[in-house]
């Protein structure tokens, strides 16, 4: 078991010190998990030093409505922090066979292509077009290409959920999903080998359940125009 391993069965899966076994606490200290768990609020200064972290009201791109927004690029825009979260990532997956990375445009397209790098495995991206996600650019996937697919952010997951629709509809097959923020509001299932580098739960709302403090507030749908 490694130290990302570690990082998560804490941080996604919740799980407590206690629920280790003999021989898996004494892999690590307490002190190592106890620093992993305390860097959750690292996370947070750093995306909010950046910028990264929003407060307002936005509108995502599933339609629903939050009080707070990522925008991982303001953050991913530093040498420093792109190399960290990429290194994260890759660590995480290293033990992996692994043919491609791909991420969603746009935002998971700088973070790919460092993660891609950091691994030294070929990367490419995918985009809507008709409100479809697709292959454009010459990109394609051969059948039983291993893909790590790589986000910055998961609120719904829809972005993820198409993303992996349409690897399998050229036949290949999903290794991993990497992300740096899960913000869902409640558990979504993406994959058997899902991993987030911090969970930072976020309010989302129906357009028709939007809070009465959010209602006289103007709401912009953020992205490249944020």
Do not use: A, C, W
């Given at each position: 078991?490694?130290?990302?391993?570690w990082v998560n069965n804490v941080l996604v899966h919740k799980k407590h010190w206690d629920s280790f076994t003999e021989d898996e606490?004494?892999?690590?200290?307490?002190?190592i998990i106890n620093r992993w768990l305390s860097m959750d609020k690292d996370f947070i200064k750093i995306f909010e030093e950046t910028q990264a972290l929003m407060h307002g009201h936005f509108i995502l791109s599933s339609g629903l409505h939050s009080d707070t927004y990522f925008q991982c690029a303001k953050v991913l825009q530093y040498p420093?922090?792109?190399s960290m979260f990429g290194e994260i990532l890759s660590n995480h997956f290293?033990?992996?066979?692994i043919d491609k990375v791909i991420s969603p445009a746009i935002g998971g397209i700088v973070l790919?292509?460092?993660?891609?790098?950091?691994?030294?495995?070929?990367?490419?991206?995918?985009?809507?077009?008709?409100?479809?996600?697709?292959?454009r650019r010459g990109f394609n996937i051969n059948e039983n290409?291993?893909?790590?697919?790589?986000?910055?952010?998961?609120?719904t997951g829809g972005s993820i959920k198409e993303v992996i629709d349409l690897i399998a509809?050229?036949?290949?097959?999903?290794?991993?999903?990497?992300?740096i923020v899960d913000r869902s509001l409640s558990p979504v299932f993406i994959h058997d080998n899902f991993f987030s580098i911090t969970s930072q739960k976020a309010k989302i709302f129906d357009k028709d359940n939007i809070p009465s403090e959010l209602q006289g507030v103007p709401a912009i749908k953020p992205g490249s125009n944020v």
């Open positions: 078991m490694t130290i990302f391993d606490q004494k892999k690590f200290s307490p002190f420093k922090y792109l290293s033990h992996l066979d790919g292509t460092e993660v891609g790098r950091q691994l030294n495995k070929k990367t490419i991206f995918s985009e809507r077009s008709e409100g479809k996600m697709k292959l290409e291993k893909i790590l697919i790589i986000e910055d952010v998961l609120s509809q050229f036949k290949g097959n999903v290794v991993g999903v990497g992300v």
